[in-house]
């Protein structure tokens, strides 16, 4: 499991390696004064790992996890080294197209290995562990970024150092166990059963097969067709997973990851500052996930979480009103959004990935999650795009107030759609949500 993790951290490393190295680059290759060009080097990882997310799951299905897992490390060794030695923006550009693809293969394999490999008491909990590597990740890039603005040509340290992580991944997943759930859907059996025995102890082999039993395998071996993932009884969990992922960008919480410094400096706090305090709030609010998960439950954080992110909003879009000022501002801004970021650790961060991780059925697990991640790229895409521009045209408080509403929205669609899921195998949880055909 902590192998797998290594890909959440590259995931959270590589979205947060440009933030406090981005200048450095642009000066070095010679586009500083292009902010276009700087965008560029920003939304084609992104845009690569939407293509990447949406091939993960035949990728995984062809393969299996250990494969998956090595061929998402690949990509971001080549693209590392690419843009740590390149002299050219197109360099830089094609580098960042190589590691995008491989942040769009990680975080949905790393979600199914883990939820798979994990005894029911405490996936969640597991699960969460992948929240905690990409918040370390993020946290990591963002400190050894720091000196990038002193010593000339240290950006290239930083793309040289997500090689070491990325070839321990690929080394040491060839040593690590298959998911049994993948190679029992293949028809392999004794090797599931030789898994399960390394993973839980050869005297849950028994029950543990019983429990995979459950689910119908007849169909296992079948393709299945993209068209089965938009209608049809999987049309429901499929439509559940896109839509919580929406949400989740539509909250406009990449929006604050990515802008928080300009918020800080219009009070005069520096940007390092300012990524620190964002940095140990998500991570802080990861931690408390994880010891919540399998407590209180999938949708208890759920729930409370978009709340908390709702009022946090309020306070922000008091912060941005006219009728405050000073130092009223300044707390209730700043406090807004850190607030914001506390209470999206929570859950709406570490719950969705596992949440469809255990409610997507084993016929279609890896390809729907696909589905769900690549909406999840979309929404990210289209909220970092529109942000600034929104912001200019309508001004913070409205466009706070509509993150706001969106964040309520995501309390309403989970109260009425989303079902608690802790404690129970991932065989139980299909047989009851699935309805028979």
């Keep these: 499991m902590l192998v797998a993790a290594l890909s959440s951290f590259l995931f959270g490393y590589h979205l947060g390696v440009v933030n406090e190295t981005l200048d450095s680059i642009s000066l070095d290759l010679g586009f500083s ?69 491989g942040m769009g293969i990680g975080p949905p394999v790393a979600a199914l ?84 025995e390394k993973l839980l102890g050869g005297a849950h082999v028994k029950f543990a097969m019983a429990e995979l039993s459950k689910s119908e395998r007849g169909d296992e071996l079948e393709t299945v067709k993209f068209s089965e993932l938009l209608y049809g009884r999987h049309f429901k969990m499929v439509f559940i997973g896109s ?46 996930a994880m010891i919540l998960m399998d407590k209180l439950g999938r949708r208890v954080l759920l729930l409370g979480s978009f709340t908390g992110m709702a009022v946090s909003m309020s306070l922000q879009v008091s912060g941005a009103s006219s009728y405050t000022s000073g130092s009223g501002a300044l707390s209730l801004s700043v406090g807004g959004m850190l607030l914001f970021v506390l209470m999206f650790s929570l859950g709406a961060g570490p719950v969705p990935s596992l949440l469809l991780s255990e409610i997507l059925p084993s016929r279609i697990r890896a390809k729907a999650m696909a589905v769900c991640m690549a909406v999840h790229w979309v929404v990210n895409f289209f909220v970092g795009l529109f942000f600034l521009p929104l912001l200019e045209k309508i001004g913070p408080q409205l466009l ?17 759609n989303v079902v608690e899921t802790k404690g129970k195998s991932l065989q139980e949880i299909e047989i009851a949500l699935i309805p028979p055909q």
């Design 33 to 101: 004064g292009n902010p276009f060009a700087k965008g560029l080097v920003v939304s084609t990882c992104l845009g690569a790992a939407f293509v990447g997310s949406l091939f993960s799951g035949w990728i995984l299905d062809g393969v299996g996890h250990r494969r998956a897992f090595q061929l998402c490390a690949l990509p971001m060794i080549i693209g590392a080294s690419m843009s740590a030695t390149t002299r050219s923006l197109w360099g830089m550009i094609l580098g960042r197209i190589f590691v995008g693809t």
């Design 400 to 416: 706070y107030t509509i993150f706001g509403v969106f964040c309520a929205l995501a309390v309403i669609f989970v109260k009425r």
């Design 113 to 196: 290995y883990v939820s798979e490999i994990s005894p029911a008491f405490v996936r969640g909990t597991f699960g969460s562990v992948t929240q905690i590597a990409t918040c370390l990740g993020l946290m990591g890039a963002l400190f050894i970024g720091l000196p990038s603005k002193d010593i000339v040509g240290w950006w290239r340290v930083c793309f040289w150092v997500s090689t070491v992580p990325a070839a321990v991944l690929a080394i040491c997943m060839e040593f690590c166990a298959e998911s049994p759930h993948w190679l029992f859907k293949r028809g392999r059996v004794t090797e599931a059963e030789a898994e399960f």
């Design 243 to 288: 839509t919580i992922f929406a949400l989740q960008q539509l909250s406009g919480i990449n929006a604050v990851f990515y802008f928080s410094s300009t918020v800080f400096k219009s009070f005069g706090v520096p940007s390092d500052i300012a990524n620190v305090c964002v940095g140990v709030a998500n991570l802080s609010g990861s931690i408390v």
